[in-house]
């Protein structure tokens, strides 16, 4: 689980109320007689957020122990406590329908639609293999490991270790084999992911929606069709933005690797852009950097000269949030976080936020490096810490955010404010650049942000078609590639393999987290920094803004934060920033002087 608490999320107005009341009541069992009452409603809510509350401390504290100490055992643990949370989530869900057609308030109302944004599995024998199954995906991933000589257990390499490779090495065969590696290790739960995606629509449907993937469109207070349109939209949008960054990119890795390795048109392979899954480009940033001065954010070397350890690093980042006037992490939260990889046992290294108690009890998981990127997780996961303590105030259902998306956005928009001036304020970075080295700091920016762009849109589109069935598992890889080809320019380093599951070598694939998020997130914290920079008093290019000790800013934020699911997102979005859609103008914005450099830069290359 990564931040969320709760099997619920945000609200969506949508059509689910179709069977006949009756029916609805005895689903799970329990049978109310006689018309329902606004009393009766009212009891309801509050004895289901109860029983909610509890049971989501009890199933997070077991999938924190089974994330940080994977073992048969704490597997099962971790799986049984999920099942537990399902059947309550499933129950309380259907029952939920029985006040529906009652003149509520509005906030009443809002938790009736929260509470039937899940999935609802009547059977016994259902919940524990979507829990089951759940849990073992989760764990394979975190233990998986590539042994190119599978005789000597000493020459397995873990993701961290082959990731390592990706950013680093510029060798093309070693690149090659890393990936190659990785993506092999999925095939082993494609069985159970294919399983795993039967039983979850099962869930879906008993709550009336066509499969989950419509499960996931449902949750951002808009019919699924018009949340598919939202996104593809933003896409159009910022797609002129990302074949720019593309074609130069390309132009670049061909000086580096030549013509054989990168072709002139068409994808470009992806073990090539220093990154599992070709999602940031960040560690290109070497090879494509530009010509003569120019500045970049390449911290990693001071954290290693002056010895940031991975506390030190997250105390400079809680210092951004108390700065913006925000209160101190709680001192659980220093003494049982993972910070770093422990070296005796398996654990799931992607980073996480938690929120045990859905009080005080946060903490984060990671495996922290020494490195630019994980100095900007750093901030990512605390903007998720930040949200669960700013909405701890509200009624258990309201403990969220606006929606998944914005919870992603928290950190990053903080993040955006982590610019070379700031640096050089914390002492992180020797020398404030002028401005005639920007280009430098946007291309490493761009590298990171709209490179993801399409990848972000892609894995979701994959999973919506996974859900409604058009995708079956001998065509898993085969979409998966065309998509990846379609958006992110990218290609496979070599033909696919029968059995193959290259999507389920990712993360979010594998623990089944809805993606859409991120590329949400990726829209949103532009127009979020856009707006709190202005709050800030600040008017220059938006890539100089920091609103490091803003207390302006940080006052609106943390109002926004506080509102946690209570209201529609759009308010939320409002509250900050006055605007009530989503726009793309601001990442745009942001990269204007970027993509002109970049027109430019192909232009001449190309010659
Ligand atoms: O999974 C994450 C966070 C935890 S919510 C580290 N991210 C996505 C990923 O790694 O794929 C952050 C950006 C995209
Ligand atoms: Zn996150």
Request: aromatic fraction near 10%.
């Amino acid at each position: 689980m990564l931040h969320s608490t709760k099997i619920v999320a945000a609200l969506a107005a949508i059509t689910i109320f179709s069977l006949p009341i009756t029916v609805q009541a005895q689903a799970h069992g329990k049978t109310k007689k006689g018309p329902a009452t606004i009393a009766e409603a009212e009891k309801f809510l509050k004895d289901a957020e109860a029983r909610l509350d509890k049971l989501s401390s009890a199933t997070q504290r077991a999938s924190w122990v089974y994330e940080t100490h994977i073992t048969d055992d704490t597997e099962s643990i971790a799986a049984q406590a999920n099942e537990l949370s399902l059947e309550a989530a499933g129950e309380i869900a259907i029952q939920a329908r029985r006040y529906n057609k009652l003149p509520l308030s509005v906030d009443s109302k809002r938790k009736l639609k929260l509470l039937q944004l899940s999935l609802s599995l009547s059977s016994e024998k259902d919940r524990g293999e979507y829990s089951r199954l759940a849990a073992q995906m989760n764990g394979a991933y975190g233990k998986g490991k590539y042994c190119p000589n599978p005789s000597d257990e000493k020459s397995c390499l873990n993701l961290g270790q082959l990731e390592k490779i990706l950013a680093t090495s510029h060798n093309p065969a070693e690149l090659k084999d890393a990936w190659l590696g990785w993506h092999q290790t999925a095939m082993s739960y494609k069985d159970s992911y294919a399983k795993y995606v039967q039983v979850s629509n099962k869930g879906a449907r008993e709550m009336g929606f066509a499969d989950t993937g419509a499960l996931w469109r449902s949750q951002y207070d808009m019919p699924p069709e018009a949340f598919a349109a939202e996104t593809e939209r933003l896409w159009q949008q910022v797609k002129p933005l990302y074949d720019s960054l593309h074609q130069y990119v390309r132009l670049k890795l061909q000086q580096t690797y030549g013509k054989d390795e990168v072709p002139s048109e068409g994808p470009i392979p992806a073990h090539l852009f220093g990154n599992m899954w070709s999602q940031s480009w960040d560690n290109l940033y070497p090879l494509v950097k530009p010509q003569g001065p120019a500045a970049n954010l390449d911290i990693a070397e001071i954290l290693k000269q002056k010895n940031i350890d991975a506390k030190a690093m997250t105390q400079f980042s809680e210092g951004f949030y108390t700065s913006l006037g925000m209160e101190k992490l709680p001192a659980s939260f220093w003494s049982k976080s993972q910070l770093t990889k422990p070296r005796d046992r398996e654990v799931v290294c992607h980073a996480s936020a938690w929120d045990l108690d859905n009080l005080m009890d946060v903490r984060i998981k990671m495996c922290i490096n020494q490195t630019t990127e994980d100095f900007l997780v750093i901030h990512h996961e605390l903007g998720h810490i930040y949200y669960d303590l700013a909405y701890r105030n509200q009624p258990h259902l309201f403990k969220g955010g606006a929606n998944d998306g914005f919870h992603e956005a928290i950190g990053d928009t903080v993040a955006l404010s982590v610019t070379p001036a700031y640096l050089n304020k914390l002492g992180l970075l020797a020398e404030v650049p002028d401005a005639s080295q920007d280009i430098g700091v946007l291309l490493d920016r761009a590298l990171q942000k709209v490179a993801f762009l399409p990848f972000s849109y892609l894995v979701d589109q994959w999973r919506w078609k996974v859900y409604s069935g058009q995708v079956q598992p001998q065509d898993y890889d085969k979409v998966w590639w065309e998509l990846r080809e379609k958006y992110q320019g990218v290609k496979r380093p070599a033909p696919m393999i029968a059995g193959g599951f290259d999507a389920g070598a990712k993360y979010h694939v594998a623990s089944d987290t809805p993606y859409s998020r991120y590329f949400i997130a990726h829209i949103l914290q532009f127009q979020l920094h856009r707006a709190l920079c202005r709050e800030a008093g600040y008017s220059g290019p938006l890539n100089r803004c920091s609103i490091y000790e803003n207390k302006a800013a940080g006052k609106k934020f943390q109002a926004m934060l506080a509102m946690g699911a209570s209201r529609p997102w759009n308010e939320a979005l409002q509250a900050v920033t006055g605007e009530d859609k989503l726009d793309a103008s601001a990442i745009i914005d942001y990269f204007a002087p970027l993509k002109v450099w970049l027109d430019a830069q192909n232009k001449s290359l190309a010659k």
